[in-house]
Nanobody
Framework: QVQLVESGGGLVQPGGSLRLSCAATGSIFRINRMGWYRQAPGKQRELVATITSGDTTVYADSVKGRFTISRDNARNTVYLQMNSLKPEDTAVYYC???????????????WGQGTLVTVSS
């Protein structure tokens, strides 16, 4: 069974940094795209950043220049380096993967359990 295991959330002061990690474990043939989404209280889940197996990245306008997504294909792991954090970055951050469990299956979507990031003084 494929799972996404997230880590790295926590409390940080405005202007600080955090690094989130997400590792995909289990039987995986190929991961096409991994990414991070977030959901603040009372708001819908939104895209933060995604990265493909070819290292093509997409960022939300609100995080461009502050967040960096990267990926270790050998370890099926994606990272989100978050710098210059603002209170409005406070949210539960969810890891997402678009993957194929074997060469004959269709692509599937998988979500992590979420990790809380709180930016507050």
């Amino acid at each position: 069974q494929v799972q996404l295991v997230e880590s790295g959330g926590g409390l940080v002061q405005p202007g600080g940094s955090l690094r989130l990690s997400c590792a995909a474990t289990g039987s995986i043939f190929r991961i096409n795209r991994m990414g991070w989404y977030r959901q603040a209280p009372g708001k819908q889940r939104e895209l933060v950043a995604t990265i493909t197996s070819g290292d093509t990245t997409v960022y939300a306008d609100s995080v461009k220049g502050r967040f960096t997504i990267s990926r270790d294909n050998a370890r099926n792991t994606v990272y989100l380096q978050m710098n210059s954090l603002k209170p409005e970055d406070t949210a539960v951050y969810y890891c997402n993967a678009n993957y194929r469990p074997n060469p004959y299956s269709i692509n599937r979507e998988l979500w992590g359990q979420g990790t809380l990031v709180t930016v507050s003084s």
